[in-house]
């Protein structure tokens, strides 16, 4: 656990946080070294290889082609038929890396099947939850069925070819999940580090505000102050599932790094990740001059287009009344300070 069995396998580093809590935006940064391959969110990467014209939306790589059109990914992919006999491109989830898309899996070929689909999904997210509890008698339970063993090694596979491709030593995947996190850290052979990114709350619910009002057509402040109780309570819920999650990692491999102190102290605060990825050559991550990436998922800001600046985001100061505020602070205030935001 957290140990190279090769001192030439790349260190893996895994950004964990909720979504809109600036792993976008970290990962950019990361993947600007020269010495980091940003690959995304690599546990989307089968799913991606699914998702076509006929579902929600169309599986890119950051270049804007398909994964399996990619001149990045599509040799990586060739070579995975090569190796292990599944093609991504016509059986996607044949080769899992992770649990994602399990709850898609047979929506376009057998509709049917998908309400089952979606059922095992949860048991399943329900068993590794059970997995890396505190508690020995859950972790016994869960453990009858462990397919993210094999999963995790096609992981450090996919790794170990990225870094050979891109010839790079670091490996930086923003997956987010706490779940996938705690797989990849508990199974792989690489040495591993965590990245904990958070977002001051009142920031990063108004951010899920907007974007469903924008969904949804509805910008009346009762529907916004239904989502802001449901954004908060699923803020605490997910940051306290990656604490959760993370006692399970040694003090040594994971930090946490705040979404504004990024902002706001950009030198110092990627300084301090560099070094804990072992790294140096900050300048080259704080140049906004480079191509495009070949990254999988993600926010849209990462298909096709390129990051001109760091800006942090503060419209929430503008947009939350004061009984909204409230709201936040009553549901988020404990665990807030004890991530260093103060109301």
């Known amino acids: 656990m957290g140990h190279r069995e090769n001192p030439a396998d790349p260190t893996y580093v895994y950004v964990a946080g909720r979504g809109h809590s600036g792993t976008t935006l970290l990962g950019f940064l990361l993947g600007n070294h020269p010495d980091i391959c940003g690959v995304g969110e690599l546990m989307y ?10 579902t929600r939306w169309e599986g890119l790589c950051g270049c804007g082609e398909r994964p399996f059109n990619c001149e990045f990914w599509s040799p990586i992919i060739a070579d995975i038929e090569s190796e292990f006999g599944h093609n991504l491109k016509h059986r996607p989830f044949g080769w899992r890396i992770s649990d994602a898309g399990i709850e898609e899996e047979y929506r376009s070929t057998a509709p049917i099947r998908s309400p089952y689909s979606w059922a095992r999904h949860k048991v399943w997210r329900a068993l590794r939850r059970m997995q890396y509890s505190r508690h020995q008698t859950s972790q016994r339970i869960g453990k009858f069925h462990v397919p993210q063993k094999l999963w995790i ?24 999940d706490y779940l996938d996190m705690r797989d990849v850290y ?26 469903h009002c924008k969904r949804h057509g509805d910008a ?7 989502v802001i109780v449901r954004s908060s309570r699923d803020w605490v819920s ?24 990024i902002c706001r102290n950009t030198v110092a605060e990627m300084d301090r990740v560099l070094q804990f990825a072992g790294l140096q050559n900050l ?18 800001v990462r298909f096709g287009g390129k ?9 929430w100061q503008d947009e939350l009344r004061p009984g909204e505020l409230r709201i936040i602070a009553d549901i988020c205030g404990t665990l807030a300070g004890q991530l260093g935001y103060s109301f």
């Open 283 to 300: 300048d080259e991550v704080l140049d906004f001059n480079q191509p495009v990436e070949h990254t999988i998922a993600g926010n849209r």
């Open 153 to 176: 090694e096609r992981r450090d596979y996919l790794a170990r070819r990225i870094s050979k491709q891109s010839c790079c030593s670091v490996i930086a995947d923003i997956s987010k």
């Open 220 to 226: 009346s402040r009762e529907h916004v102050e239904r």
């Open 186 to 211: 508990d199974y792989s052979s690489l040495q591993n580090k965590v990245i904990f990114i958070t977002r001051d709350c009142r920031a990063n619910i108004w951010s899920q505000v907007r974007m």
């Open 307 to 315: 990051m001109k600046a760091i800006r942090e985001d503060l419209a």
């Open 45 to 54: 990467l089968p799913l991606q290889c699914f998702r076509d014209h006929k």
């Open 238 to 261: 997910v940051n306290r599932r990656i604490l959760s999650a993370l006692e399970g990692v040694r003090s040594k491999d994971w930090i946490h790094v705040r979404y504004e102190d």
